[in-house]
């Protein structure tokens, strides 16, 4: 005799307070479709549909697709980005820390206080010019 078995269909829900968030990090610009895919755990079909119906910016006739080559490409872009930055960053520190060296020598052996020095009084000036 066979049991009657049903499958049983595992479908999550999801709030629309939760869908408007997901299609609004699309719309700004902090994540792609895939990056929110792997990050919700939801399919990018999914998504789509989401923007679909909840974008500000869906106009009929129009159609949002996003290629992964050019999410991939974005992402390599702004690493390089981050790294030309951190290198520039880099050397501007070397070079602070250079110039600091140099002021410490200029004090230590030929007695030259680069630094501003809050205990010299004020110049006088020039005194007063006559207008003709």
Same mark, same amino acid.
């Given at each position: 005799?066979?049991?009657?078995?049903? &499958? $049983?269909?595992?479908?999550? !829900?999801?709030?629309?307070? @939760?869908? /408007?968030?997901?299609?609004? =990090?699309? *719309?700004?610009? /902090?994540?792609?479709?895939? !990056?929110?895919?792997?990050?919700?755990?939801?399919?990018?079909? #999914?998504?789509?549909?989401?923007?679909?119906? @909840?974008? %500000? @910016?869906?106009?009929?006739?129009?159609? $949002?697709?996003?290629? /992964?080559?050019? &999410?991939?490409?974005?992402?390599?872009?702004?690493?390089?980005?981050?790294? *030309?930055?951190?290198? #520039?960053?880099?050397?501007? !520190?070397?070079?602070?820390?250079?110039?600091?060296?140099?002021? *410490?020598?200029? /004090? =230590?052996?030929? =007695? $030259? =206080?680069?630094?501003?020095?809050?205990? #010299?009084?004020? &110049? %006088?000036?020039?005194?007063?010019?006559?207008?003709?």
């Amino acid at each position: 005799m066979k049991a009657n078995v049903r &499958s $049983i269909r595992k479908q999550r !829900q999801y709030s629309e307070e @939760f869908k /408007k968030r997901i299609v609004g =990090d699309f *719309e700004s610009g /902090k994540y792609s479709v895939c !990056q929110l895919e792997k990050l919700h755990g939801v399919r990018n079909g #999914t998504i789509y549909s989401w923007i679909h119906k @909840f974008s %500000t @910016f869906n106009e009929q006739g129009f159609r $949002i697709v996003e290629m /992964k080559d050019s &999410s991939n490409k974005k992402m390599k872009e702004l690493e390089a980005r981050v790294k *030309e930055l951190e290198s #520039t960053v880099g050397r501007k !520190q070397i070079m602070i820390d250079y110039l600091e060296k140099m002021m *410490e020598i200029a /004090k =230590d052996e030929l =007695d $030259i =206080d680069i630094k501003k020095n809050f205990g #010299t009084p004020q &110049s %006088t000036g020039s005194g007063k010019t006559n207008k003709k």
